[in-house]
């Protein structure tokens, strides 16, 4: 599943943010990033799924801060400092949401062209298939694309939570 | 010139729900033959009939037509104000909002009843109500040819509403022949026109030997948008230029009351205590303002609330540093916090409508129902002008409904058995509002026979709800009555027996924080007793803490907090453990246990327990730490994550810190998730004898 406002991308290209995650560089649509926070201690929220790292306050506004290295079975690297909360604003078709990604650290934005981008080979990297929009290459350098929308899919959300209360 | 119209729709519908409401509560008391009240009701008609006339809802036009004619014969006393007329038109009211909600959804009306009703009122507009021997038109009007000087200036917005002067002047026309002077004088410089404004005014004089009424009619659409004098001018004379302007509203009013005094057979009119309510509405002034703006405000203070708490614990550490500003910190902070707190009480008081907002459902409701039932049944309120949280309010309809109902139609007897118990024949319902330390209570009281605590031990009984054995007091029977299962009513009529038990009113109103208790004395009537929080937005808690975990239980829950005792721990087949308290075995619930928490240093495992009640039933909570207890902001978990099972929302702490707020009805959902294997037994007993 693609997103739609990607495939549309117009002549000026279109604006990447990109973040680190166990030592691979992502990148992720700018248009639905709200700010960048430095990680401080979540609460926790009960019987939630292993990779929601809890809910924090954004200026009164409670949100859920989702662990990307648990999200995709990665081990914790307890050596890390300052890691970062990318604070997303997401449609998810009823209405919009603020949710946090937990990621080790924030790297740079990029502008991509949409002939840039190249389909991505199964496989390529240890996140999921299903998330990955494409690839682009950059100084040399390859850059994965996410799909912030099905990475936070609130069906997929409740669905592990069904799974994992029963 | 095109104007957007729709925009102003939203705002036509408020207002016509508004105000049928306000006329089906002035026609509950029109029996009273007061013409004030007609005149209200007529004038809200009109209302109805031109906004609906302005945005081309035709079906409402037309029929509000009918409806208003039969009022202006009754307004002009040309007929008697009867009982089937009055429920006629109380059939119409119900008709009008069928058709402005189909016209609001683009649909056509296609209810059988509309059809039916306007057929009534047109057969009963055409008999001739013969009532007033003496019928009189206004009696200081003139008859025969006159001459009329009409001063007619339209206010400059009087285009926006749909009306224009080249109409009114057309029909002005119809009734004689009519001379105009146009003053232009108004007229600004075309770089300041605005070509929606009307900048014109009218001299008109009219000869014609109509009514005053005639006139008036032709300008009853725009009486709010102009000034307007209308004189009578002796047949001969030109005297236009002497009119002074005033403005139409007291012109009109004027207009009103000769007309109430030309009627001769008024009935006096008896004081009424419900007249107050519903004149009530007319005398507050108020802007409608969008909920959202309101709620948008509560969060901000919300957040004022939490930042003053954190400077107050900033305050505090500064001056255990012996800072030397320290003191003087802390007190403009002590200052700023009694704002805040104002502030906040302010905000909220935004939201508190009075509880008259459910209560004015009523009265219709007992019309129909006592005439459906053959019961007569006198309606009466107090304190109603008692404040409530919209939100609670707006959930606390149908549970009233439901309690209401139950005293019409179980509590109420009919007016022969009144009579041979020696009651007056008619009975009393009796809706009650009030505060009480945090909280209203609405008590429905009714003078009718009372529960029957006989019937309901037999019914509960062969439900299986309760065995012989157990010794019950009258009051724990009669609470029986909003056991899931339980149903007196003998057959499923369409008032009360609706499938739809106590049980789910008990439960609606608990899922508000509310209780609902009900006390009653055979053959002497009923009391059901409903107690709120005055709001759902701030909670009452106590912070707890368990595995290292803050979080908070609604106080209201809590009945009793206390240092664990191993002693009086028990297990139970091996799998459960509970609680021996006050000579009551509660179940022992271990919140660690429930919400996956990790397991924490040995030395703060669950020292405490706090006793919470739940639908009557008691459940013992383990926790490591009791903290404060203080007023929380509620937030919803949902509004950006979603629902988690156990947990009633969020609450941001003093630190900026987020709190979870347990849900205890959820909690003990939860338990039963929980696998058997997985509850291992609290071993406490052993640990106790060692």
């Given at each position: 599943m693609i997103d739609e406002e990607i495939i549309d991308i117009d002549e000026q290209g279109q604006q990447f943010l990109s973040f680190i995650l166990a030592g691979e560089e992502y990148a992720i649509d700018i248009l639905k990033v709200q700010e960048l926070r430095e990680w401080s201690q979540t609460t926790l929220v009960p019987n939630s799924p292993n990779y929601i790292d809890g809910v924090m306050n954004l200026r009164g506004q409670i949100i859920p801060v989702i662990n990307l290295r648990k999200r995709f079975n990665l081990p914790n690297d307890h050596t890390l400092n300052n890691r970062i909360v990318i604070v997303l604003n997401i449609n998810d078709g009823t209405r919009f949401r603020l949710m946090g990604l937990l990621v080790d650290s924030f790297s740079q934005t990029y502008d991509i062209n949409e002939k840039d981008i190249k389909p991505a080979p199964s496989k390529i990297s240890i996140i999921d298939d299903e998330f990955i929009i494409g690839l682009s290459t950059i100084d040399n350098k390859m850059l994965i694309l996410l799909d912030v929308n099905q990475l936070l899919s609130s069906k997929e959300l409740s669905l592990q939570k069904t799974n994992h209360v029963a | 010139m095109s104007i957007d119209l729709s925009q102003f729709i939203p705002t036509f519908l408020d207002e016509s729900f508004e105000g049928l409401a306000l006329m089906e509560s002035s026609l509950l008391n029109i029996e009273q033959g007061d013409v004030d009240i007609i005149n209200a009701i007529f004038r809200t008609a009109h209302s109805i009939k031109g906004g609906a006339g302005t945005f081309g809802f035709v079906h409402v036009t037309d029929f509000t037509h009918e409806v208003e004619t039969l009022l202006d014969e009754m307004r002009d006393g040309r007929r008697d104000i009867n009982k089937d007329d009055t429920n006629l038109l109380l059939q119409s009211i119900d008709c009008i909002k069928l058709l402005i909600e189909a016209a609001r959804d683009g649909i056509e009306c296609d209810n059988l009843n509309v059809v039916n009703v306007k057929k009534a009122l047109e057969k009963t507009l055409k008999i001739e109500s013969i009532t007033n021997s003496n019928m009189v038109e206004n009696t200081i009007e003139p008859k025969g040819v006159g001459q009329w000087a009409i001063n007619f200036k339209p206010h400059l917005d009087m285009l926006k509403t749909g009306n224009d002067a080249i109409n009114i002047i057309n029909a002005l026309t119809d009734l004689g022949t009519v001379t105009q002077t146009i003053d232009h004088t108004n007229i600004p410089e075309l770089s300041s026109l605005n070509g929606e404004d009307c900048y014109l005014s009218w001299q008109l004089t009219l000869n014609s030997n109509c009514a005053r009424s005639d006139i008036d009619e032709i300008f009853e659409w725009v009486e709010d948008e102009c000034d307007l004098v209308i004189t009578f001018v002796e047949t001969s004379n030109n005297a236009i230029n002497n009119i002074t302007e005033q403005p139409t509203n007291s012109d009109i009013q004027t207009a009103t009351e000769i007309n109430n005094k030309s009627l001769p057979n008024v009935k006096a009119t008896p004081e009424i205590a419900t007249n107050n309510t519903s004149m009530s509405v007319f005398e507050s002034a108020s802007i409608r303002v969008g909920i959202d703006k309101v709620d948008t405000l509560m969060n901000r203070v919300g957040e004022l609330v939490i930042t003053q708490a954190m400077l107050k614990q900033i305050g505090s550490d500064l001056l255990n540093h012996d800072h030397?500003?320290?003191?003087?910190?802390?007190?403009?902070?002590?200052?700023?916090?009694?704002?805040?707190?104002?502030?906040?009480?302010?905000?909220?008081?935004?939201?508190?409508?009075?509880?008259?907002?459910?209560?004015?459902?009523?009265?219709?409701?007992?019309?129909?129902?006592?005439?459906?039932?053959?019961?007569?049944?006198?309606?009466?309120?107090?304190?109603?002008?008692?404040?409530?949280?919209?939100?609670?309010?707006?959930?606390?309809?149908?549970?009233?409904?439901?309690?209401?109902?139950?005293?019409?139609?179980?509590?109420?007897?009919?007016?022969?058995?009144?009579?041979?118990?020696?009651?007056?024949?008619?009975?009393?319902?009796?809706?009650?509002?009030?505060?009480?330390?945090?909280?209203?209570?609405?008590?429905?009281?009714?003078?009718?026979?009372?529960?029957?605590?006989?019937?309901?031990?037999?019914?509960?009984?062969?439900?299986?709800?309760?065995?012989?054995?157990?010794?019950?007091?009258?009051?724990?029977?009669?609470?029986?009555?909003?056991?899931?299962?339980?149903?007196?009513?003998?057959?499923?009529?369409?008032?009360?027996?609706?499938?739809?038990?106590?049980?789910?009113?008990?439960?609606?109103?608990?899922?508000?924080?509310?209780?609902?208790?009900?006390?009653?004395?055979?053959?002497?009537?009923?009391?059901?007793?409903?107690?709120?929080?005055?709001?759902?937005?701030?909670?009452?808690?106590?912070?707890?803490?368990?595995?290292?975990?803050?979080?908070?239980?609604?106080?209201?829950?809590?009945?009793?907090?206390?240092?664990?005792?191993?002693?009086?721990?028990?297990?139970?087949?091996?799998?459960?453990?509970?609680?021996?308290?006050?000579?009551?075995?509660?179940?022992?619930?271990?919140?660690?246990?429930?919400?996956?928490?990790?397991?924490?240093?040995?030395?703060?495992?669950?020292?405490?327990?706090?006793?919470?009640?739940?639908?009557?039933?008691?459940?013992?909570?383990?926790?490591?730490?009791?903290?404060?207890?203080?007023?929380?902001?509620?937030?919803?978990?949902?509004?950006?994550?979603?629902?988690?099972?156990?947990?009633a929302g969020a609450t941001i702490l003093g630190n900026g810190n987020v709190a979870l707020i347990i849900d205890i009805r959820g909690v003990i959902h939860l338990n039963q998730f929980i696998k058997d294997d997985e509850l291992d037994v609290v071993d406490y007993t052993a640990e106790g004898a060692a």
């Open positions: - | 030397q500003l320290a003191a003087k910190l802390i007190d403009g902070l002590a200052q700023l916090e009694s704002n805040t707190r104002e502030l906040q009480e302010d905000v909220m008081r935004i939201r508190m409508l009075p509880v008259s907002f459910v209560f004015n459902r009523f009265p219709r409701m007992v019309y129909d129902i006592s005439a459906k039932l053959n019961k007569k049944i006198e309606l009466k309120f107090s304190g109603e002008n008692t404040e409530i949280d919209k939100t609670v309010m707006e959930k606390i309809g149908d549970p009233l409904i439901h309690l209401v109902r139950n005293s019409l139609d179980h509590g109420i007897e009919t007016p022969q058995e009144r009579i041979t118990m020696g009651k007056p024949e008619t009975g009393l319902v009796h809706l009650k509002a009030y505060h009480q330390g945090g909280y209203i209570i609405i008590d429905i009281i009714d003078d009718g026979r009372g529960l029957n605590s006989a019937v309901i031990k037999q019914k509960a009984l062969e439900k299986g709800l309760i065995t012989n054995e157990q010794e019950l007091s009258e009051q724990d029977i009669n609470e029986l009555i909003f056991t899931p299962g339980f149903s007196t009513s003998q057959e499923i009529n369409d008032l009360s027996g609706r499938g739809v038990g106590m049980d789910v009113v008990r439960r609606n109103i608990e899922s508000l924080g509310g209780h609902v208790t009900v006390a009653s004395i055979s053959g002497q009537g009923s009391t059901f007793s409903v107690s709120l929080p005055l709001t759902l937005a701030i909670l009452d808690g106590q912070l707890i803490k368990v595995a290292n975990e803050t979080y908070i239980v609604p106080l209201i829950s809590i009945v009793e907090s206390a240092q664990i005792n191993n002693k009086q721990v028990k297990a139970v087949a091996g799998r459960s453990s509970v609680y021996l308290f006050r000579e009551e075995y509660i179940p022992i619930y271990s919140i660690k246990r429930l919400f996956s928490l990790p397991q924490t240093a040995e030395k703060y495992e669950e020292e405490m327990i706090v006793i919470v009640e739940n639908n009557g039933q008691k459940y013992a909570l383990l926790v490591d730490e009791l903290l404060d207890q203080q007023q929380f902001v509620l937030k919803n978990l949902d509004t950006n994550y979603m629902a988690v099972d156990g947990i």
